[in-house]
């Protein structure tokens, strides 16, 4: 793993409390206008009002993958993602993330990222989203695509991602679960950009550019919790 000037855990799996002592060229606050590479982020569908969410309940049809739903609850741990690269393309930590980069998503308390194929969602039948892999590493069909309306994501920018291998972007549909996730949205993908389609970084950790790049490894960050 690379390394900064603080320790950094070995995968992003562990779920203790690390304190912001050993945080390094990092931004919690509004610093930073554009999300980097390295950034833990949760991430809110503008048109739904829900954060992207996951945790370790399996979809009972389709792939029987980890679900991937949106939440309203802005508090919960669940909802942190990792802004990392793809493994032909490397995101090195505090590097701006450009418009039309292809980056991969990490679920931080479960390590498995955001995943999308041609098995059906449960509830509306369009493109199932789920959550897959061990410990950050999956394989093509993790990778999206930011797109927005400048040279770099911008933080206060409405985006979308659309899923490399299949075209489809990321969405929220209306639709709701019952039991055991009573109240979560479905996230799907959807080959139509539309408002149900936008997304922003909200809260989170956001890496700051390096003066100079650190070695050429992807970044794992530590799990921290606010």
Same mark, same amino acid.
């Given at each position: 793993m690379g390394r900064d000037k603080c320790? @950094?855990?070995?995968?992003? #799996?562990?779920? @203790? #409390?690390? +304190? #912001?002592?050993c945080i390094c060229r990092l931004s919690l606050g509004t610093e930073l206008n554009f999300v980097t590479c390295g950034s833990v982020v949760k991430l809110l569908n503008v048109k739904h009002n829900v954060r992207l969410h996951s945790h370790d309940v399996r979809y009972g049809s389709g792939s029987g993958q980890q679900s991937v739903t949106g939440v309203t609850v802005a508090e919960d741990s669940n909802s942190y993602w990792s802004v990392r690269g793809t493994s032909g393309a490397l995101c090195h930590r505090g590097t701006p993330v450009k418009c039309g980069q292809t980056i991969r998503l990490t679920h931080v308390n479960t390590g498995r990222n955001l995943h999308s194929h041609y098995f059906a969602s449960p509830l509306s039948s369009n493109q199932e989203v789920s959550a897959f892999g061990e410990e950050g590493e999956g394989d093509h069909l993790d990778e999206w695509? &930011?797109?927005c +309306? +400048?040279? &770099?994501? *911008? %933080? $206060? $920018?409405? &985006? %979308?991602? %659309?899923h *490399?291998?299949?075209?489809? #972007?990321?969405s929220v549909t209306g639709e709701q679960y019952g039991r055991p996730i009573h109240g979560q949205s479905e996230v799907h993908a959807m080959s139509s950009p539309t408002q149900h389609s936008l997304w922003k970084a909200m809260e989170g950790i956001f890496m700051k550019p390096s003066e100079s790049p650190v070695g050429s490894r992807d970044y794992s960050p530590p799990h921290t919790e606010f």
């Open positions: 320790a @950094v855990l070995p995968n992003i #799996l562990p779920t @203790v #409390l690390l +304190g #912001l002592s695509t &930011v797109q +309306g +400048g040279s &770099v994501w *911008q %933080r $206060e $920018e409405a &985006v %979308r991602f %659309r *490399q291998a299949t075209d489809a #972007l990321l």
